[in-house]
C-alpha cells in the first residue's frame, strides 16, 4: 500500500494534514489506496502535533506513507507547505482528512488536467455525510457585496442568483463543468508548474482563507480554476475548528481581512471595516442565541418556581397565619431566589435537561434539591427561617412544574406529550457476510441503544438479507430503519454517494472502514463527523458531564465549608481539609479523580482528585485493575457515583494529593 516510487515516475503526491482526527484520516488513507487505480502516487501526511494515535496509526497500517512530525500545530497553510517542498509529483492534490474520494477521483482529476494545459488547478463536487451537496465546492471571488449576502443569509433567498449567491457562484449549476474563481481548501488538485511559478500557501493564513487566496493566485498568474463535478467526493467536515462555535466566527473572518488587505489594496479599507463590524455581530448574535435557546429550558423552569415560592408564601399566610402579608418580605429576596437556585441545580446534576430523560430525574434532582435546602434553611438565622412547610410545598410544586413543562415541550417539538422514551436506533449494515459480522460486534460493544434490523447485500438479491442496495428506498420504508451503514470493505465509494444522492426517506448513514475499530457519519456540513468507536465513549469527556461534575464539586466545597465546626472533629489533618476546599472552588482539584497510577494515553483529561475513584490495595496486577477501574469511572461517570465515593471516603476529605 503506497509503495516508493522514483521521482521520474511519480504522477500525483497527496499531501494531507491531520490535528487530532485519527479515525477520519483512516478511512482517508484507505479510500486513497482504492482511488489510486494504476497511477503513480506518494502520500504525506502533516501531523501538527496531534495528542490521539495517529501517527502510530499511520506507521502500523500504511507503512508506505511518508511522515512529517511536527512539535507544534503551525498551522494548516504552514504544513501543507512542508508537504509540497518535499513532493516528487508532477501534480499536487491537498487533500482534508476528513474525505472519502470516489474510485474515479484522482484518475479524472489528472486526465482533465493532462488535456487541459490552460487549468492550473481543479476542484470536485463534494457532499456531506448525509449525501446533500456542499455549496462551497464551487465559490466565487469574496466581494464586499458577496460576503454581506453570505454573512446575512440573504443568499438563501435565490441560490440560484448570480448577484446574491455569487459567493457560492450560484448561477453554475453544481453538475456542470466550469471555470470558478475560488477553490475550496479540502481537495485541491494542482498543477506542479504553477506551484512553482507562484509559490507555496501564504503562511500568515493559520486556518481558512488559505483556499481563497490562492485560488486569487492562480487566476493573477494567469491558468483557470476548475470545477469538475463528473467525480464526487465525501466531506465529513471534520475540521479541528467546529463551525458554530464563537472561535471559529473569529478565525475565518480573521483570515478574510488577512486576504482583503492583501488582494484589495487601495480598497481594503472600508472592507476591513465592514467585516470587523459583521463579525463583532455575527459572532455576539449567533453566541448569544445559541446560548439562550440552550438555557432557555432552564430559564423558564426557574421563573415559574420563583413565581410559585411567591404565590405560596401568600397563600400559606392566609391559610396557617391568616394574614398573607405575615412572612418577612425577606423572603422574596433571600430564601425565595436560594430555594429556586438549590432545585435548579438539583435538576441540573440529576441530568434533567438531557434529551428524553425520565421522570425520575426530575425527582432525584426536587429530593437533592430539597435536601440541601433545608440543611441550609437550619443554619440561617431565625429572621430568615420562614417555613418549613413552604419548602416543601415548594418542592412538590417544583416537581409538578419541571414535569408539566417538559411534556409541553415534548409535546411542541416533538408532537408527544409526556416523557419521551430514549429511542432505540434501527439499523441495517450493506455489507457482505464477513463484514455484516464484525460491525454488527462493534456496534454492540459501541453501547449504544440499537436494533439491529438486518444485513443489506451489495450485489443482487441473497438468502437471508432484507434485499438488495437496488431497492434501498423500499428497504428503508418497510423496516423503518434509522440509519444504514456502508462497508469501505464491500462498497465502492462510487455506489456509497450513488446511494446516498438517491435516498428519498430521512435516514442517518454511516461509513464503517476496512479492519477498523470505527465507524464515522456526519448527517450535518456544519457539524464534526461523529465517531462511533470501541472503548472511546467517555461519559466523562462530554460537557454535561464535566459540568455536573464542576457543578457537583462547588456545592460540596460550599457546605463542607458551612458544616465544618461538625466535620473537622472527625478528621486528623484539620488545616489539609480546608486547603482541599478552597483548592476545589479555584478548579485547581475535584474531589474526586483517577487512581493512580494514570494511563493518560487511553482517559480523558480531568482535575486531579482529592479522592480515587477506586481504591486498589498493593498487588502485582494493581496497575492493570486500576486501568480497568479508570476506565469504567470515565466510560460511565455521573456525579451521583461521585457522591456514593465521597460518603464512602468521608473520613479522607483531608487527604493531600500526591
Same mark, same amino acid.
Given at each position: ?416 406529550? /409526556?416523557? *419521551?422514551? +430514549?429511542? %432505540?436506533?434501527?439499523?441495517? @449494515? ?8 464484525? &460491525?454488527? $460486534? ?21 438468502? /437471508?438479507? *432484507?434485499? +438488495?442496495? %437496488?431497492?434501498?428506498?423500499? @428497504? ?8 444504514? &451503514?456502508? $462497508? ?171
Amino acid at each position: 500500500m503506497f509503495c516508493i516510487t522514483s521521482a521520474l515516475d511519480m504522477q500525483l503526491s497527496i499531501v494531507i494534514v491531520n490535528y487530532n482526527v485519527r479515525y477520519f484520516l483512516e478511512q482517508c488513507l484507505l479510500s486513497i489506496d482504492k482511488a489510486r487505480q494504476g497511477l503513480e502516487i506518494e502520500v504525506i501526511v502533516v501531523d501538527n502535533n496531534s495528542t490521539d494515535d495517529s501517527l502510530d496509526m499511520v506507521k502500523s497500517r500504511f507503512p508506505g506513507v511518508i511522515l512529517i512530525k511536527n512539535e507544534a500545530n503551525y498551522g494548516f497553510s504552514a504544513a501543507n507547505n512542508q508537504g509540497i517542498k518535499i513532493s516528487k509529483g508532477q501534480y499536487v492534490l491537498l487533500l482534508n482528512p476528513d474525505t472519502i474520494l470516489s474510485e474515479d477521483t484522482l484518475t479524472s482529476c489528472y486526465h482533465f488536467m493532462q488535456n487541459h494545459d490552460e487549468a492550473g488547478a481543479v476542484c470536485v463536487k463534494m457532499i456531506d455525510g448525509s449525501g446533500k451537496y456542499l455549496p462551497e465546492s464551487k465559490r466565487g471571488k469574496p466581494t464586499l457585496s458577496a460576503s454581506f449576502f453570505k454573512m446575512t443569509g440573504l443568499y438563501q433567498l435565490a441560490p440560484k442568483s448570480k448577484f446574491l449567491n455569487s459567493y457560492y457562484a450560484g448561477h453554475i449549476d453544481q453538475n456542470a463543468t466550469a471555470s470558478i474563481e475560488v477553490m475550496t481548501g479540502a481537495f485541491m488538485f494542482l498543477r506542479k508548474e504553477v506551484i512553482d511559478k507562484i509559490g507555496f500557501l501564504d503562511d500568515t493564513f493559520f486556518m481558512y482563507g488559505e483556499d481563497i487566496d490562492y485560488s486569487y493566485r492562480i487566476l493573477e498568474a494567469g491558468y483557470k480554476n476548475v470545477y469538475l463535478p463528473t467525480t464526487t467526493i465525501i466531506h465529513f467536515k471534520g475540521e479541528s475548528t467546529k463551525k458554530a462555535t464563537l472561535n471559529y466566527t473569529k478565525i475565518f473572518y480573521h483570515a478574510m481581512i488577512i486576504f482583503v488587505k492583501k488582494h484589495y489594496k487601495g480598497k481594503s479599507s472600508l472592507y476591513v471595516f465592514f467585516l470587523q463590524i459583521a463579525v463583532i455581530f455575527k459572532a455576539a448574535f449567533s453566541f448569544i442565541l445559541e446560548r439562550l435557546f440552550k438555557a432557555l429550558p432552564v430559564i423558564i423552569d426557574t421563573t415559574f418556581i420563583f413565581t410559585c415560592l411567591l404565590w405560596l408564601k401568600t397563600w400559606w399566610g392566609n391559610i396557617y397565619f391568616e394574614d398573607a402579608g405575615h412572612i418577612n418580605e425577606t423572603f422574596d429576596t433571600i430564601n425565595a431566589p436560594i430555594y429556586t437556585i438549590f432545585w435548579i441545580i438539583g435538576l441540573i446534576l440529576s441530568g434533567h435537561y438531557r434529551k428524553n430523560t425520565a421522570w425520575f430525574s426530575v425527582f432525584k434532582g426536587i429530593i437533592s434539591g430539597t435536601a440541601v435546602i433545608l440543611v441550609v434553611y437550619a443554619l440561617l438565622e431565625v429572621e430568615y427561617r420562614n417555613s418549613r412547610t413552604i419548602i416543601l410545598w415548594g418542592g412538590l410544586c417544583s416537581f409538578a412544574i419541571v414535569v408539566l413543562t417538559k411534556w409541553v415541550k415534548n409535546l411542541i417539538f416533538n408532537k408527544k406529550f /409526556g416523557f *419521551l422514551k +430514549s429511542k %432505540k436506533i434501527k439499523y441495517a @449494515i450493506i455489507s457482505h457476510s464477513a463484514e455484516n459480522d464484525r &460491525i454488527k $460486534s462493534l456496534i454492540s460493544k459501541s453501547g449504544q441503544s440499537t436494533i439491529y434490523c438486518g444485513r443489506i447485500s451489495p450485489n443482487g438479491d441473497e438468502e /437471508g438479507t *432484507l434485499g +438488495s442496495i %437496488k431497492h434501498l428506498n423500499e @428497504i428503508v420504508d418497510a423496516y423503518k430503519l434509522d440509519e444504514l &451503514i456502508f $462497508s469501505q470493505k464491500d462498497i465502492s465509494a462510487f455506489e456509497m454517494m450513488k446511494s446516498m444522492a438517491a435516498m428519498q426517506q430521512e435516514v442517518d448513514f454511516r461509513v464503517a472502514p476496512d479492519d477498523a475499530l470505527s465507524i464515522i457519519s456526519s448527517g450535518d456540513k456544519n457539524k464534526q463527523g461523529e465517531l462511533l468507536t470501541i472503548g472511546l465513549n467517555f461519559q466523562i469527556a462530554t460537557q454535561k458531564s464535566r459540568l455536573q461534575k464542576r457543578i457537583f464539586d462547588v456545592v460540596l466545597a460550599i457546605k463542607l465549608l458551612a458544616l465544618s465546626p461538625i466535620i473537622i472533629l472527625s478528621l486528623k489533618k484539620k488545616g489539609q481539609l480546608f486547603s482541599n476546599i478552597f483548592a476545589v472552588l479555584k478548579g485547581n482539584l475535584s474531589w474526586v479523580g483517577y487512581a493512580l497510577p494514570i494511563d493518560s494515553s487511553l482517559l480523558p483529561n480531568i482535575k486531579p482528585g482529592i479522592i480515587p475513584c477506586a481504591d486498589i490495595e498493593q498487588s502485582e496486577s494493581r496497575e492493570e485493575i486500576v486501568n480497568k477501574e479508570n476506565l469504567y469511572y470515565a466510560r460511565n461517570y455521573n456525579w451521583w457515583k461521585d457522591f456514593e465515593i465521597i460518603l464512602i471516603n468521608i473520613n479522607h476529605l483531608d487527604a493531600k494529593i500526591k
